[in-house]
């Protein structure tokens, strides 16, 4: 049996659930806290990042590793395009999903949302505005030129989308949202993707979280 | 014709480069700098990140990324192991390798080789100190837990070696050596893939552009 380790709200654990969903992939979940000094996590995750997993004998960490060993080790209902260079664009943007934009997006959560929730402090709005004006557009200009208009990337739901998407799902908890005028494709795109029958079920456990 | 694009004094620019000799790949390089407002490199990576890659129509950047793509679509002299398991353990390697280790390694290279000689700015070598006594540490005594006594850590030398070993090439033109009596293994690995047929032109060049 597969354990997972990590809060269901982060961006990465969130991408890693939908992967177990898709694939119909039975688990054990320890909704364990980054960098929280937390024993357990720290035995699985060397740097006691988010999301970790166990299967049998193999113990890696990374949302990237995790997703590509579950589709090595369970290859049905796949979460990468099997063309390997439409492989190669869905690695990149899973990496720049996961990077820069998690970075952006899940920063606007974590100063708007987690530091008055959680750590008590006020927000520091010029640094959630400098996110919102300055940080997010170049990137979000970017992705808009990588994403289709209707339906997901590479046809079925793959990992690439749901590395683009996850970060916005926290975002939205601090009151951003992708501004349709500005960048259509990749707001339906968001839309899309919560909606489907692997990522919708996570998002209102988390909703119910968040006493949402 | 494939065009690689970053600076061979990137410890990711340098695994990938040791990837495309084992595999005999041809390739033309361009040398661009990160994050020096390079039109050309932005062109072909989106955050001017190195190394990028452009094989055809397929554009890609991020190490990790492009060794994947090499592996897939030249799998002679692979550069993974094959082993499910094992795949997804050199996955985790490489990516403990990328961040952690390489911020500290090649941290040690940025404030006390890269301030001084490129930006002409003295070296805080409290931060120095932090990063040889309490960064490092920590996470060489991981490293030394993962690899082994002897030959390279899945047998042929593979992506995880050259990412656990390329940042510390980097630590050694700021002085900064592995100690062999505090961490065995990693040292012995060290050398093992620096004099590797693959690598040991690439250290060659390098020393000769640094005028070493």
Same mark, same amino acid.
């Given at each position: 049996m597969i354990t997972l380790y990590g809060a269901n709200a982060s961006p990465f654990v969130r991408k890693v659930m939908a992967v177990l969903n898709i694939k119909e992939i039975e688990y054990k979940h320890i909704p364990s806290m980054p960098f929280s000094g937390d024993k357990e996590l720290a035995k699985v995750s060397p740097l006691e990042k988010v999301p970790a997993l166990v299967d049998g004998d193999l113990n890696i960490a990374d949302s990237k590793v995790i997703c590509r060993y579950l589709e090595s080790a369970? /290859?049905?209902?796949?979460?990468? /395009?099997? @063309?390997v260079k439409d492989r190669a664009r869905a690695d990149w943007l899973e990496e720049y999903g996961g990077t820069a934009l998690a970075e952006a997006a899940a920063g606007i959560f974590f100063n708007r949302f987690m530091v008055p929730n959680v750590f008590k402090r006020p927000v520091d709005e010029e640094v959630v505005d400098d996110l919102i004006n300055n940080k997010l557009p170049p990137l979000l200009d970017y992705v808009e030129s990588q994403? /289709?208009? @209707?339906?997901f990337i590479f046809g079925d739901l793959t990992v690439a989308d749901l590395a683009l998407a996850s970060p916005f799902v926290n975002a939205r908890y601090a009151q951003y949202t992708i501004d349709a005028a500005k960048w259509p494709r990749m707001s339906g795109l968001f839309e899309r993707v919560t909606a489907h029958s692997a990522v919708a079920p996570l998002l209102e456990a988390e909703a119910a979280a968040f006493g949402g």
């Open positions: 369970y /290859p049905e209902a796949p979460v990468y /395009p099997t @063309d994403v /289709p208009a @209707d339906g």
